[in-house]
């Protein structure tokens, strides 16, 4: 199981599980691939304010984690 909190920062999720970075850049992510921007942007950027900002459906972002076998935290509860 790799739960991820989406309360956590792009940056964090990353540095815990890598290949977040190309689940997400696959979905319209594209800036997360520079280690410079995940250590800057995505410290502030959560994957919903991400989804947001981008226009893209956080229950697509969602269901691509889950079938890469993610468990998806909100404050610490499972959605």
Same mark, same amino acid.
């Given at each position: 199981? &790799?739960? /991820?909190?989406? *309360? +956590? =920062? /792009?940056?964090?999720? %990353?540095? $815990?599980?890598?290949?977040?970075?190309? #689940?997400? $850049? *696959?979905? !319209?992510?594209?800036?997360?691939? =520079?280690? %410079?921007?995940? $250590? %800057?942007? !995505?410290? =502030?950027? %959560?994957?919903? &304010?991400?989804?947001?900002? &981008? !226009? #893209?459906? #956080?229950?697509?972002?969602?269901?691509?984690?889950?079938?890469?076998?993610?468990? /998806?935290? $909100? +404050?610490?509860? +499972?959605?």
């Amino acid at each position: 199981m &790799k739960p /991820i909190d989406l *309360n +956590q =920062s /792009i940056y964090e999720l %990353t540095e $815990k599980y890598p290949e977040i970075v190309g #689940i997400i $850049k *696959n979905l !319209g992510f594209k800036d997360i691939v =520079s280690p %410079t921007g995940r $250590k %800057t942007a !995505g410290r =502030s950027m %959560t994957i919903p &304010k991400g989804c947001e900002m &981008k !226009g #893209i459906p #956080i229950d697509m972002v969602l269901e691509a984690l889950v079938a890469e076998g993610f468990v /998806i935290l $909100k +404050q610490g509860e +499972q959605i």
